[in-house]
């Protein structure tokens, strides 16, 4: 167990806007960022990070909280690994209780997983730096492809014994289990036989986006057409190979940086790159490039570079992810080496400068590269060059922004020397066919004036306004509960000379949470939300006691469920702020600004719309033949004329 005072000590270091910044490229919004939610598929930001209240909120999800529940929700981590993260972050030395024997046995599959890849991760590395086989034929290999020292330590690359069982018995001599083995795929197991998955091989670690280790991949060092060359790790629960990208993990802030990802092949590819000085690369290593694998860089840029050997079998054969990744509204540019050479080779030989310029001269928009490769091979066939045209178009048809669409049909007919007209058209035919695109809809350009488009009547949703308002007091008690403020009281007074009831306004200095506190005490007003009324008694609590309250101290103390309803409440008004209204000239009034008007008009609302209930009950009862009808309609009478008072009284607050 991690003690409570390394966990105060984590809180109170960890800024949010640092923690989450590693996962998804955040930009400065007014007192806040801003990004791409990293749990949906979006392409406008809705995700908000506010590092005044330490907190952030994904409008598209709905999910929020503090820099531990991110981690919890993004990279899955329970609660002490999210805290044992946070402390190798900013380097706080984690003070654990020893664990028993029994809670040790109650540590989840998926934990168990991570222990045992993490084991076998250190098991490898040490193979590879402490043993006469791992030196001599492990290291000699990294050493040959020219990795330094450095390089393969900040890879964290290892070597398994060319031994049948060698890791296996290790790890069980440790007490790791074998069906955790089994499972991490690092162990095969036979019947009673036990066998290395990863036997003779070169290790490559695979990391998640947050550092752990998830598989492996291992390449054979001998000539055996038996063994495939590269092997990986098996799917697990913690290990899905469509999801990750090799080199994610040390590229990721490069990524952001530099606004774009270049996107190789190999292992090796990535590594030499490192090492000659470009960091902002990743692998597919070796399978198909899916989806997930291209949000996931959509997260950190929107720019990828794709580079491809000078094989030009190669190129046609992965020329097929391009349209993937244009599906997914990514700008995509494509860069080849020279017949021979690939990016490790070419990276190898050339400086960074070198290397830098390479990339940025030869490195085509998509629709360069597609036509130029399509027509050497069309070879001024007119038939083979008309299917050129109509594969090039149906690249272009899975961009789902129009205008990106349209300009890319004007490229094409320009380079392919053919009328926009009939590229317009052909476009249409395919998105005709595919009736399952998301450009389905799409028609050419036509010119057409605007249509007005009469809505469809839509039914209303009812609001819950008792909800609504006693959302806002909570709002109101995080935001402002510890502040003084002038208030204004309407007291009611009778006109000696005419008899009248009227509203005198008095003036008193009070903190907000006690003026809250106090109004809803006079009219023994209840929350009928039982979360809210846990928060609320919670909050008024904690500011009875501490004059130095803290948003972020209260937030961080709470359950996952609560803190998720907290932030969501308090980032609420962030989610105009993703329209940058300012930018536009339109400056809303801030609430800070009038915080007791805003106080008082709550109060009143809540109290108007209690009295329309009772009401409405009242107004129940008189169908009850047995109900006492007359001293129900004198209730009705006293509770309109409050109503009434209530909504004069309102209305200065209003005013």
């Known amino acids: 167990m991690i003690s409570q005072n390394s966990i105060a000590q984590v809180f109170e270091t960890a800024r ?6 590693d996962f998804v490229q955040l930009k400065k919004s007014g007192s806040n960022f801003k990004g791409l939610s990293p749990f949906s598929d979006e392409r406008s930001p809705s995700f908000m990070v506010s590092p005044v209240k330490q907190i952030w909120k994904d409008f598209s999800s709905g999910k929020g909280g503090n820099a531990v529940t991110f981690l919890m929700e993004h990279e899955h981590f329970t609660y002490p690994e999210a805290i044992k993260y946070l402390a190798k972050k900013y380097n706080i030395e984690i003070e654990e209780t020893e664990r028993t024997d029994e809670e040790k046995a109650q540590a989840d599959t998926r934990e168990s997983l991570y222990l045992v890849s993490e084991y076998a991760n250190t098991y490898f590395q040490k193979i590879l730096h402490k043993t006469d086989q791992g030196k001599a034929i492990g290291l000699s290999y990294f050493k040959e492809r020219g990795f330094t020292e450095e390089t393969i330590k900040k890879f964290e690359l290892g070597y398994s014994l060319d031994e049948w069982q060698a890791f296996t018995d290790d790890a069980l001599g440790k007490a790791y289990q074998l069906q955790y083995l089994e499972q991490t795929g690092l162990t095969i197991v036979k019947g009673e036989k036990r066998f290395d998955r990863f036997k003779g091989r070169v290790m490559f670690p695979i990391h998640s986006m947050s550092g752990r280790i998830l598989g492996f991949g291992g390449r054979i060092l001998v000539n055996d057409k038996k063994a495939a060359k590269y092997l990986n790790s098996p799917e697990s629960e913690i290990y899905h190979k469509s999801k990750i990208l090799y080199g994610l993990y040390h590229a990721k802030q490069s990524i952001a940086k530099e606004d774009n990802c270049y996107l190789v092949e190999g292992y090796t590819d990535v590594i030499q790159f490192h090492q000659t000085g470009i960091t902002n690369v990743v692998s597919s290593s070796g399978t198909a490039l899916s989806p997930e694998q291209i949000r996931l860089i959509n997260r950190l840029t929107n720019n990828i570079t794709v580079l491809f050997d000078g094989d030009a079998a190669g190129i046609r054969a992965s020329i097929r992810g391009i349209d993937l990744i244009l599906e997914q509204g990514v700008n995509v540019k494509i860069c080849t080496f020279p017949d021979g050479e690939d990016p490790d080779s070419f990276s190898k030989s050339n400086t960074l400068e070198e290397l830098t310029d390479y990339l940025d001269t030869n490195a085509k ?18 038939i083979k060059k008309a299917e050129t045209i109509r594969e090039i178009v149906n690249s272009i048809s899975k961009i789902p922004d129009q205008i990106k669409r349209e300009i890319y049909i004007q490229e094409c007919a320009r380079i392919m020397d053919i009328s926009e007209n009939v590229l317009f058209s052909t476009l249409a035919q395919i998105n005709k066919k595919d009736t399952q695109g998301a450009n389905k809809s799409y028609q050419p350009e036509e010119k057409q004036a605007f249509q007005v488009v009469k809505n469809e009547p839509q039914s209303k949703q009812k609001v819950d306004v008792q909800y609504e308002l006693e959302r806002k007091i909570i709002e ?67 500011l009875n006691q501490d004059e130095g309250f803290s948003t972020k101290n209260f937030v961080n103390q709470l359950d996952q469920e609560s803190a998720s309803t907290v932030t969501s409440i308090l980032m609420e008004d962030e989610r105009y702020n993703l329209h940058d209204w300012e930018r536009n000239q339109i400056i809303p009034k801030e609430k800070k600004d009038s915080v007791s008007q ?58």
Do not use: W
């Open 365 to 382: 928009d998509f629709i360069q590269f597609k036509a130029s490769l399509l027509v050497k091979e069309a070879d001024n066939d007119p």
């Open 16 to 21: 949010v806007e640092e923690v989450i910044g």
């Open 598 to 655: 805003l106080v008082s008009q709550t109060i009143l609302s809540l109290r108007c719309h209690l009295i329309d209930k009772k009401v409405a009950e009242y107004k129940t009862e008189t169908l009850d033949a047995n109900a006492d009808t007359r001293t129900i309609m004198e209730d009705v009478k006293d509770y309109v004329g409050l109503k009434m008072l209530l909504s004069r009284k309102l209305g200065k607050v209003l005013g």
């Open 476 to 542: 109101i008690l995080m935001l402002y509960g510890d502040r003084t403020e002038q208030f204004e009281d309407l007291i009611l007074q009778e006109d000696e000379n005419s008899g009248e009831l009227l509203l005198e306004p008095t003036m008193h200095e009070t903190r907000v949470f006690e003026k809250v506190y106090l109004d809803l005490q006079e009219d023994e007003m209840q929350f009928s939300n039982p979360q809210f009324k846990t928060l609320y008694y919670s909050i008024v609590d904690k």
